[in-house]
């Protein structure tokens, strides 16, 4: 089955830019979406479909993909956007999604 | 506004059932699928299955495939999802998101049931 490899953590400054990754086998081919999920809470959709962002997700919230990769970039980031973040496709030979490992995001 | 409502959290022994429900509002049910993702404590997302709000068509994750069957009531816009034989590593909190048919992610999330398996 499909898997995506995603960094167990990553570290940020706050006003700088994060980047998370999530590498999957040809991941370009697929449509790849990010969740935000904070403790405590349920996830929460950031992107969907490689780069769109729902209504009410800021604009910081950005994502590319590309060859074996797809990333989720997050600027200016603030103190609150301190989260586990998760990337998934859809694997169509078995017609169900797939989830990443998460990455915990920390803003020092 | 569209929302998922979950059931409240539930504590079983090994071998048992549970079966826990996911209300949405706010939206056309039949329009949309449903998914059951599940977190054990401290560890990462894990699908479990998901239901087509209008016919029912169901695809099981292999890790619980002959212990979960997910089901629908359209009449109040409920979705269930029951999984039986309960283990020890079945103590997880079940979410239920919904699915759009125009992508394949999961845009809105209910808050979660807390399922304990414990002797």
């Known amino acids: 089955s499909y898997v995506l490899t995603q960094p167990p953590s990553v570290s940020v400054s706050p006003g700088q830019t994060a980047r998370i990754t999530c590498g999957g086998n040809?991941?370009?081919?697929?449509?790849v979406h990010w969740y935000q999920q904070k403790p405590g809470q349920a996830p929460v959709l950031v992107v969907y479909?490689?780069?769109d962002r729902p209504s009410g997700i800021p604009e910081r919230f950005s994502g590319s993909n590309s060859g074996n990769t797809a990333t989720l970039t997050i600027n200016r980031v603030e103190a609150g956007d301190e989260a586990d973040y998760y990337c998934?496709?859809?694997?169509?030979?078995?017609?169900?999604?797939?989830f990443g490992g998460g990455t915990k995001l920390t803003v020092l | 506004q569209v929302q998922l409502v979950q059931s409240g959290a539930e504590l079983k022994k090994p071998g048992a059932s549970v079966k826990v429900s996911c209300k949405a509002s706010g939206y056309t049910f039949i329009t949309y699928d449903i998914g059951w993702v599940r977190q054990a404590p401290g560890q990462g997302l894990q699908w479990l299955g998901w239901i087509a709000g209008d016919h029912g068509k169901t695809n099981y994750a292999q890790r619980v495939q002959g212990r979960v069957t997910m089901t629908t009531d359209t009449s109040t816009s409920t979705a269930y999802m029951e999984l039986r034989r309960l283990r020890f590593d079945d103590t997880a909190i079940y979410y239920c998101a919904r699915k759009p048919r125009r992508f394949d992610a999961f845009d809105v999330w209910g808050l979660g049931t807390m399922v304990t398996v414990s002797s």
């Open positions: 479909d490689d780069s």
């Open positions: 040809n991941i370009k081919t697929k449509s």
């Open positions: 998934q496709v859809w694997d169509t030979s078995s017609d169900h999604p797939v």
